[in-house]
């Protein structure tokens, strides 16, 4: 997801980071971000997607930067799978959110 959005709208120039698994003090995460110039400068947070899954939770949840709590109930690769819309769905709705809240002129392709 966060490459499609490099490749198209960023147009190549997003810096993508994974954090691995880390154990926090409620549970794990593991985090996905892209980061750009316009929106570095801009001081606006970069896209993410962060699994987490927090000791008093039942299932884990995915969530962006700027969007809230999404289920994330995966047991095979067909579920995985099954999620993908699920993932650009958060990440659309962040770069939205960063739009909004900034300028659509972060955004290398809307220029």
Known sequence: MLAEIDSHLLLGTGDPAASGVRRTSDGVV??????????????????EL???YGTAFHHPHLRGATVGEWPLN????EQAAAEIPTLRAIVAADLHNLVFRHDYRIVPASR
């Open 74 to 77: 995966v047991f095979t690769a």
């Open 50 to 52: 962060c699994a987490h």
């Open 30 to 47: 593991a985090r996905w971000t892209l980061s750009w110039p316009e929106q570095r400068e801009a001081g606006a947070p970069p896209l």
